[in-house]
């Protein structure tokens, strides 16, 4: 079993993250919230919130950022892959 974020191999423990196999020190570098954390971001939020109503809720705007950074990741992906053609090519 190898973490699919540093490639250590011979974990002693693996965990699936979101479909993400990841090693103890991995995990620990994420800086996951603990529940509390999220329910007082969560108040943190819908308290500014309360000034737009119409803004998105927390749970939206999570959504939003998760989709955003999934179309840019693509996006940036594809670019860096055309380039690497590019260098294939002149090479
Ligand atoms: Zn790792």
């Known amino acids: 079993m190898f973490c699919q974020l540093c490639n250590k191999g011979s ?10 196999r990841l090693c103890d020190d991995c ?8 529940d509390a954390t999220i329910q007082k971001n969560i108040a943190v939020y819908e308290k500014k919130r309360q000034a ?8 939206q705007d ?3 950022r998760l989709k955003f950074i999934e179309e840019d990741y693509k996006r940036k ?7 690497l053609d590019g260098i294939g090519r002149l090479e």
């Not at 995990?27 to 603990?34: A, C, D, N, Q």
């Not at 992906?77 to 380039?83: A, Q």
Request: hydrophobic fraction near 30%.
């Open 62 to 64: 999570v959504e939003y």
């Open 11 to 20: 974990l002693s423990s693996t965990s699936d993250y979101y479909g993400y």
């Open 27 to 34: 995990v620990s570098s994420l800086g996951l919230h603990k």
């Open 77 to 83: 992906r594809i670019k860096l892959l055309h380039i």
């Open 52 to 59: 737009v109503p119409e803004n998105p809720t927390y749970r």
